[in-house]
């Protein structure tokens, strides 16, 4: 196939099909009709589909891309690359700007495919006996919640603040 271009692939692949489907009609090949008959229907019917315009300007080959999209984390682990490995963009992030493009849920629950071992991650430990805190007038470790209209302010440690997931909180306490 030597010079062709994919826009011809994508039409000599389809149209073969029905070639060979009325071949195999002439010929009195039944059993063949029933791989090239489907194949033709699914072609025809990504050309008429107005929802992926992958699958309506490459009729039947189209959805190789989606098949190889589906298997393509297998593929990846045992061949590639991790889903935190690739550039400019890894996979996780792909995914995520995929999933809000498409207006789906972009959360990833638990654990962490990045390496908290490698020497260049940063993380707080907690230790049995810390050092002792110098204390320097301009350095504080609390964080006011509440300003001077609330009645009950609250000066909290900035340490004691965590992370929480939206999901695992009451309504009541999101809005305040």
């Known amino acids: 196939m030597?010079?062709?271009s994919i826009r011809e692939i994508r039409t000599h692949?389809?149209?073969g099909l029905i070639v060979v489907s009325g071949l195999l009609l002439v010929l009195g090949w039944?059993?063949?009709l029933l791989l090239t008959l489907p194949l033709v229907g699914l072609g025809t019917w990504d050309l008429m589909q107005t929802r992926h315009s992958l699958l309506?300007?490459?009729p039947v080959i189209?959805?190789?891309r989606f098949l190889l999209e589906e298997i393509g984390p297998e593929l990846r682990q045992y061949i590639v690359e991790s889903n935190t490995e690739g550039e400019p963009f890894n996979r996780d992030t792909r995914s995520l700007l995929y999933q809000r493009a498409k207006n789906v849920v972009d959360k990833k629950p638990f654990g962490t495919e990045v390496d908290v071992y490698a020497e260049t991650y940063a993380w707080l430990a907690?230790?049995?006996m810390p050092k002792p805190v110098v204390k320097n007038a301009s350095q504080t470790f609390r964080v006011d919640i509440g300003g001077p209209d609330c009645a009950h302010p609250y000066s909290s440690s900035v340490l004691n603040i965590s992370a929480m997931s939206f999901g695992s909180l009451s309504p009541?306490?999101?809005l305040a």
Request: hydrophobic share 45%; no cysteine.
């Open 13 to 15: 692949v389809y149209f």
């Open 56 to 58: 309506r300007n490459y």
């Open 126 to 128: 907690h230790s049995m």
């Open 172 to 174: 009541n306490a999101i």
């Open 2 to 4: 030597t010079g062709m």
């Open 30 to 32: 039944w059993w063949g």
């Open 62 to 64: 189209g959805h190789l």
